[in-house]
């Protein structure tokens, strides 16, 4: 049985240390799919000095647990590792990480792409930019909408 670790947090986090350690004395692990998210200078033809991301704790967490869950039910994975950046965060730091491990990488990689549709649609947080004419909260996206939607119906 794998893991299923889900941080919410303020402070940076490091990649390779991160799956190393999910790596680490797995000889079931036949594949690594892993995302980042990273903060843009630009968004919607406005420069961005940054973004602080909010959340409520706890309930945030309740929701990443539950998409991991509903990766777990579709596809045969050893581990998953949420992480998620919350606070003020520059242009080119990083803000998300996904990764997920499997036997195999067709489970890996549509299970990595799954649970950052679904994050990005129906994890509770709230996104304000600063940009040069003031701060603006950041809507939802109708392509992030239509990328969780296209998981409906399968499997």
């Known amino acids: 049985m794998g893991s299923t670790t889900v941080r919410v947090q303020e402070s940076d986090f490091d990649v ?3 799956i ?4 680490q004395g797995n000889g079931r692990i036949g594949a690594v799919a892993s995302f980042v ?3 843009r200078d630009l968004n919607e033809g406005d420069s961005v000095a940054d973004m602080v991301l909010e959340h409520y704790p706890g309930m945030t967490e309740k ?3 539950k998409i991991a869950d509903q990766a777990r039910g579709r596809w045969d994975l ?3 590792l949420i992480v ?3 606070g ?3 242009p080119t730091e990083q803000i998300v990480l996904v990764v997920v491990t499997s036997a195999h990488r067709g489970e890996a990689f549509a299970a990595c792409e799954f649970l950052m549709d679904y994050l990005k649609t129906q ?3 709230w996104k304000k930019e600063s940009t040069a004419a003031g701060s603006r909260w950041v809507d939802a996206r109708t392509t992030d909408d239509a990328a969780a939607q296209r998981w409906e119906g399968s499997r």
């Open 88 to 90: 003020r965060i520059l």
């Open 78 to 80: 050893i581990d998953i």
């Open 84 to 86: 998620h950046r919350v």
């Open 20 to 23: 190393g350690r999910l790596r």
């Open 123 to 125: 994890a509770p947080f």
């Open 16 to 18: 390779g240390a991160e």
């Open 63 to 65: 929701a990443l647990a």
């Open 37 to 39: 998210g990273v903060c």
